[in-house]
């Protein structure tokens, strides 16, 4: 596996690569990878001749006083379990190569953008959607990988990929989770024994409104009662939202049929835990 920092770097690697004819399938991270990741990397396997693998703590998307400084970097494991995976390129470039000085340019995608977590994370997803929009012009992808368990994120960069004209296909994959249900996630490590207890009320409540779903339950209202009232009796659980809205605008929905998105964020202690049901 090839390690690249440089940005003139990473687009000669990858333009030759398309010259070859081969296609490219981009896995975006912020380190710190688990199975979730992983599962990324084997689906690009599957579809693409060629997957690039980026590792990139974004600061841009970390508001003040967030986990920015925090946040798990595993480098050395991180590659191996790329190496392992067969990953031809990682492209791991520090922040003042992907943000030199005087750069200004972001890219904020109004409306869908300010919903979810954009709503409790002012500026989030301008911090996303401006590094994915470098990221893929920089490595130019065939097709690019996501999990489902960033579903508002997900719908925030169809939205970019669709404005901004970008020549690709955005892949969702499903959400990875522990045997006992508990979503993968890289900010899981930052919860203590009985916290991760306590985080499970996250995957029982949506759960319980799936079950609800499958016994024909249909109102929105109902069902996020439901939801929260197995978050509100939980120890340790703060919820910052459950919604059902619809996946592509992330508006509210009032009555829950298929495809459909019913989203939770919560801490957990200091830890913002989410995840999600997308309604088949």
């Known amino acids: 596996m090839k390690i690249v920092k440089s940005v003139v770097e990473m687009q000669v690697i990858c333009r030759e690569l398309r010259t070859q004819g081969l296609s490219i399938g981009l896995v975006p991270t912020m380190g710190a990878l688990h199975k979730g990741h992983l599962s990324l990397v084997q689906r690009a396997h599957s579809e693409c001749k060629t997957v690039v693998a980026s590792i990139f703590v974004n ?7 967030e986990d920015f400084a925090q946040y798990p970097r595993t480098f050395e494991e991180d590659c ?3 190496e392992t995976e067969e990953v031809a390129v990682l492209f791991a470039p ?10 200004v340019t972001t890219v904020t995608v109004s409306g ?4 979810l977590d954009g709503a409790s994370r002012p500026g989030h997803f301008t911090g996303v959607a401006t590094v994915v929009a470098k990221l893929f012009h920089i490595v130019v992808p065939h097709r690019a990988y996501f999990g489902q368990k960033d579903a508002a994120q997900i719908a925030v960069l169809r939205q970019m990929v669709q ?4 020549g690709l296909e955005l892949v969702s994959c499903p959400i990875v989770r522990d045997a006992d249900g508990l979503a993968l996630s890289s900010r899981n ?6 916290e991760r207890e306590q985080a499970l009320s996250l995957h029982r409540a949506l759960a319980e409104i799936e079950q609800s779903i499958a016994q024909g339950e249909r109102r929105s209202s109902t069902l996020l009662d439901i939801g929260r009232n197995i ?5 340790g659980i703060k919820v910052d939202y459950l919604a059902a809205v619809d996946s592509g605008s992330l508006l509210p929905v009032t009555s829950v049929e298929r495809g ?3 989203a939770a964020a919560a801490y957990v202690g200091h830890t913002r835990l989410i995840d999600n049901l997308l309604v088949a």
Not at 112 to 115: C, H, L, N, S, Y
């Open 80 to 82: 191996k379990q790329l």
């Open 260 to 262: 459909v998105l019913v």
């Open 59 to 65: 600061p841009l998307q970390f508001a003040p006083g």
């Open 189 to 194: 490590r930052y919860l203590s024994v009985p």
């Open 94 to 103: 520090e922040a003042s190569e992907m943000y030199p000085g005087g750069a």
């Open 231 to 235: 978050l509100e009796a939980a120890k």
């Open 163 to 166: 404005d901004l004209n970008f």
């Open 112 to 115: 869908i953008g300010d919903r």
